[in-house]
């Protein structure tokens, strides 16, 4: 049976109501009417008595039965106009329900989406079996994990997949395809130029460029932004022009400023920032030489903190304490002046971090050697002096830091009399 619409039941109803109500004025008519309907025959004139009980208690029960039937029918109207107002109100309650239905899909797809992010799930989580881009990393990987990495997917069996395909929600939204492989491709451009910058200086300046080519597009990157701030370091070490060592320290701050504002936990942001000030020193009044000293020591504090275990920010310490405990009495008035309290730090503390990058990373560069050769010089302990001036010789020269370190370390020889 078709289902019926309000309106249908409603005259459906109304009809019957009408149908019982016409048979209801039917009766009560018939009954006046024999009320008031005069003898016609001389018969009728003289009914017995019998008869006359007979026709009263006829015309009583029909009295009886209208009044009756009255009250059933009061009874069937109340309860049908009960009905119809249930009915109205759970089609209300049906419509409602049907509005509510596509609020509720959203909310459980969003509900999903979260779930997903929580658990970190991989953009392949549970695809179809494929060859896997193999990313080459810096540390060694073992026989089991080579085998892992340049092999199939092989973690899910072909049921389990064909299980996960069965069960796939439709409302997931799994990130496209494209969208991996643009961040794949990422990952392998920052891998290159770590690669180049630890180069020869062709390989610094390539490094360099592949970064400008990229800056429109991966410029909202922190990884990019403090690597973009380290090839300008690296082109501020390239250059002999003093407008060029301006304008690329000037540029790197600017970047690696970025990179800290988009994310103030990044070590590497934070040490390139210090890197740069330290940068802009060499070329700037006392004022800002000192302004830019605070701005060093407080943005290697804060990568140290965050990255306790990167050689580079312990050896700028040292490099910076050093400066510091040489500065005249001059540096020291300015700094008192502009800044209320000039900073401080000794021998022994430069001492500390140079030991703390040995402790770290042995060997760690050539520069490190020698200026722990020139604090043991300064405090009068020559015989560890010329331990780390030995020390220092025996590494290679293999890049211009390297060479300003072999000057350096030729001084200190001479000023120890060798």
């Keep these: ?3 019926m619409s309000q309106p249908e039941s409603r005259a459906l109803v109304l009809s019957a109501l009408v149908g019982a109500a016409g048979i209801s004025l039917a009766l009560v008519w018939y009954s006046k009417t024999r009320k008031s309907r005069g003898p016609k025959t001389l018969t009728d004139c003289y009914l ?3 008869e006359r009980h007979s026709q009263l208690s006829a015309d009583d029960w029909s009295e009886g039965a209208v009044l009756l039937f009255q009250e059933k029918q009061a009874e069937m109207l109340e309860k049908l106009t009960t009905l119809i107002l249930c009915v109205s109100e759970l089609k209300d309650e049906v419509k409602s329900l049907q509005e509510g239905i596509p609020k509720l899909q959203e909310q459980v797809r969003e509900g999903l989406r979260g779930k997903l992010e929580s658990h970190k799930i991989s953009p392949l989580h549970r695809a179809t079996r494929r060859k896997r881009t193999v990313i080459p990393r810096e540390e060694h990987l073992s026989s089991e994990e080579a085998e892992s990495e340049g092999g199939y997917v092989t973690a ?3 049921t389990e997949e ?4 069965g069960n796939k929600d439709p409302t997931v939204n799994f990130p496209a395809k494209d969208l991996v492989e643009e961040k794949d491709e990422f990952m392998l451009l920052m891998q290159k130029i770590d690669s180049l910058h630890r180069g020869p200086e062709s390989e610094k300046k390539e490094g360099f460029m592949m970064l400008l080519e990229k800056k429109d597009q991966y410029g909202q990157e922190v990884p990019f932004l403090w690597r973009l701030a380290r090839a300008y370091g690296d082109m501020f070490d390239l250059t002999s022009d003093i407008e060029d060592k301006k304008s690329y320290t000037e540029a790197g701050k600017k970047f690696a400023e970025e990179a800290i504002t988009l994310d103030p936990m990044s070590a590497d942001s934070h040490q390139w920032f210090a890197i740069m000030c330290g940068y802009m020193s060499e070329y700037e009044s006392v004022q800002n030489r000192i302004k830019n ?3 060093f020591k407080d943005h290697l504090d804060k990568a140290i903190e965050l990255n306790p275990q990167d050689p580079l920010s312990y050896y700028l310490l040292g490099r910076w304490c050093y400066a510091v405990s040489q500065l005249s009495w001059i540096e020291r008035k ?4 502009l800044f209320g309290n000039p900073p401080t730090a000794t021998i022994q503390d430069a001492l500390h971090y140079f030991h703390k990058v040995e402790e770290i990373h042995p060997c760690y560069s050539k520069f490190n050697y020698v200026f722990l050769a020139k604090c043991y010089k300064d405090i009068g302990q020559r015989v560890h002096a010329l ?3 030995d020390a220092a010789s025996a590494m290679a020269v293999a890049s211009n830091e390297d060479k300003e370190a072999q000057k350096e370390l030729v001084s200190v020889l001479s000023s120890l009399g060798v």
């Design 334 to 337: 300015v700094a008192a002046t």
């Design 387 to 389: 331990k780390w001036c």
């Design 1 to 3: 049976m078709s289902r």
């Design 162 to 165: 064909e299980s996960d395909e």
């Design 156 to 158: 899910h069996t072909d």
């Design 48 to 50: 017995s008595n019998h």
């Design 293 to 295: 000293g605070y701005l």
